[in-house]
Each structure stands twice: as C-alpha cells, then as structure tokens.
C-alpha cells in the first residue's frame, strides 16, 4: 500500500478539521439571497473529492420542476476537496448553494451543517455517486406531502439499486453483538444490512443515509448526526435514537435510485479500514452493554495485530503503521480518550483523497 502519493501525483494528505473544527471557504459567485420561505425540501450532498460525481447529480436534480420553483432546494457541502473547477460552475447554477470548507469535517459534521444551512421541513441526505431518475424532487415531495404519512414517521430510506439494476442492500436490524461475528462468516455486501425486498412501505430498523428523506423536526430534536462518528455508523446511530425518542423509520419502495459504489462494493485500503472500524467501536460503546463493547474492542484488537503482522511480512511499512495506529484507536475507544482517538481518525482521513477521487466520474 503506497500512501504517500494519490494518482495524480498530489500528496494525500488534505487536512483534516479536528471536531467542530473546518473554516468556510469563499467561492467566486455571487452572492444568494436566503432561500425563500416557501422552499419545502433540503437537499444535502456532502463532496469530498467527487466534483465530477457531484456535479452530474446537480444535473440530473434540477430536473425536477420543484427546483425550478424553489420548493427544493440544493446544499453542496465540500469537505476540503482540493481546488476543482466545477466548484464555482455548480455554486452559479439556480436553485445551488456550495459551501466549501479548508479540512475535512467528517460526514455527519458536513452533514449538520447543510442542514443548518437550509430550510424546509423535510431534508433529503444523497451521496454523490447517486443516480437519480428525472423528477426525482418531485416524487419525493410527493410522498413526504401526503395526507396519510403519519405525523411520526421522521425517516424514510427509499430503495437502492446496483450499477446493473439489481436490488442493494440499504436497510437492516440493528447491530447486535451475535449479528456482527455471525456477518464475520458472510459476503461484505450482507453483513450490516439487507436486500428489503418488500414492495409496500414499512418499518425497518435503520436505513442508509446514503439516500435518506427526514423531517426536520425529527433532525433538530435529535441535534442532528452524532459527530463523534467520522465516517459510517453515523445513519444506524441516527436511526436507533430517532426510534428511542418515538420516531418510525420507514422503509418506502415506491422510489428507488442508483447506488454507485457502496462500501461493500470497492477495495477497503488500511486507512479506510480503520475509520471503518472506529465507526463501529463508536457505535458498539454508545448502543451495547459495557462485555459487549468491551468483547468485539478485543477482536478488533486482535483483527489489527495480524493484520499488521501481515502488512510487515509483506514489506509494506505505510499499512502496517497504519493497523499500529488502528490497534491503538480501540484502546482510546475503550476508556474514552476521545481527543487521542480523534488524532488517529486524522491520520487515517489525511490519506483518503486518492480513495475517493478513484471513484470520481465513473457514475456514467
């Protein structure tokens, strides 16, 4: 594993906001005026080193009447992607707001700030490997406006698909101690969620942000995404405590869009693997009872060590430094040394330009 370099020659190592950390960045265009009161819809897509991806899903958005309107309205945040053309191009389009911060925040933080930045009762989360279908918004608002959604329901997953069209797993249980060794022995695509093969709305327990309708109401009450997590887990968290304070999540098949690269569908490189893993440690010390927490800490652990005895065998000095520093998180996980931890996920984040820039342009 090479991570001193990413593809294009750039060094990888884009810094990275420690938490509630991350300064705006100004662009070239203009000005805004607020959005008007009558925007019913947010939508926020969080960039990070995906602009080609981004701006493709901007297109495909604003083909929707409710945008042209202002019943919707779309929030860029850019978590500290190098400098890239189609930034001040997207940020010009009606309808667009970017804001582009110097480091990179982590996703829920990104994610809590375009929700700050927007109005409207209801927020829309989208990836930027996304496909969506012309009048998308339309549909959306559509079936968050109608008369017979009850009034609790403050989370909606819509159905996702693979780049060959065949269904992908977005809903799942929760995690469980039994659920995530049992998955240790199944195909990555099934471990932490399922196929929902059910063709009429219904509960579930958790759905992927990946593509995420909640109403702001929900949203607020909860002070947003939890942002102790970096990257991942942070939409199961979301989920079981909109569940604890009597929020239904639901699961509604009527609208579906293309998943490009989910996790379980590329390379997982030992930096990636370790803010992966923090997530789950993360989630495991706030939902689990203290054995429980204190049990998969150990197979992590213990996962790491042989991972870098292996990364030393093989000669590669950068992974195995990398599964040292991921050893050392699940014991700052553990007893809650929160500022060392978030050190770690530094160091891990400085590296993940080159991986996410592999996926860039390729949602054609």
């Excluded at 370099?5 to 203009?30: I, N, Q, R």
């Excluded at 042209?68 to 667009?96: E, K, Y």
């Excluded at 797993?169 to 093969?197: D, E, I």
């Excluded at 699961?251 to 569908?265: E, G, R, Y």
Aim: aromatic share 8%; net charge positive; proline share 7%.
């Amino acid at each position: 594993m090479a991570l001193a370099h990413s593809p294009d020659g750039t060094s990888p190592h884009a810094p990275v906001a420690a938490p509630g950390h991350g300064h705006e960045l100004a662009l070239t265009a203009p000005r805004r005026a607020p959005a008007p009161p009558a925007t019913e819809l947010a939508v926020v897509v969080v960039n990070f080193c995906q602009w080609q991806n981004t701006a493709r899903l901007v297109r495909q958005l604003r083909r929707s009447a409710v945008v042209r309107t202002g019943a919707a309205q779309i929030q860029i945040i850019d978590n500290g992607s190098p400098a890239h053309p189609l930034a001040a191009r997207v940020a010009r389009l009606r309808g667009v707001s970017v804001r582009r911060y110097d480091a990179n925040l982590g996703f829920a933080a990104a994610v809590n700030r375009g929700c700050r930045q927007s109005t409207g009762p209801w927020v829309l989360l989208l990836n930027p490997d996304i496909t969506v279908p012309d009048g998308f918004l339309d549909d959306v608002l559509g079936r968050a406006a109608r008369g017979d959604l009850p009034a609790d329901v403050g989370v909606i997953g819509f159905r996702l698909l693979n780049r060959d069209g065949s269904p992908q797993p977005s809903t799942g249980p929760f995690p469980s101690l039994g659920r995530t060794l049992a998955g240790l022995c199944l195909p990555r695509a099934r471990r932490k969620c399922h196929v929902n093969r059910r063709t009429v709305q219904s509960p579930v327990e958790w759905a992927t942000g990946g593509c995420l309708l909640v109403r702001r109401e929900c949203f607020e009450q909860l002070n947003g995404l939890d942002e102790s997590f970096f990257l991942y887990y942070e939409d199961v968290d979301f989920c079981r405590r909109a569940a604890a304070n009597g929020w239904q999540v639901w699961f509604d098949p009527a609208l579906q869009v293309t998943h490009h690269w989910p996790l379980h569908a590329r390379r997982v490189p030992p930096p990636l693997r370790l803010v992966t893993r923090h997530a789950l440690l993360t989630y495991t010390r706030r939902h689990w009872s203290g054995w429980q927490a204190r049990l998969l800490s150990s197979a992590v652990w213990a996962e790491a060590g042989a991972r870098q005895l292996w990364a030393k065998v093989r000669g590669d000095s950068d992974a195995a430094r990398c599964f040292d520093q991921m050893r050392r998180l699940v014991s700052d996980v553990a007893v809650g040394r929160q500022q060392e931890a978030a050190e770690r996920i530094r160091f891990a984040a400085s590296f993940l330009h080159p991986i996410a820039a592999e996926q860039d342009g390729r949602t054609e």
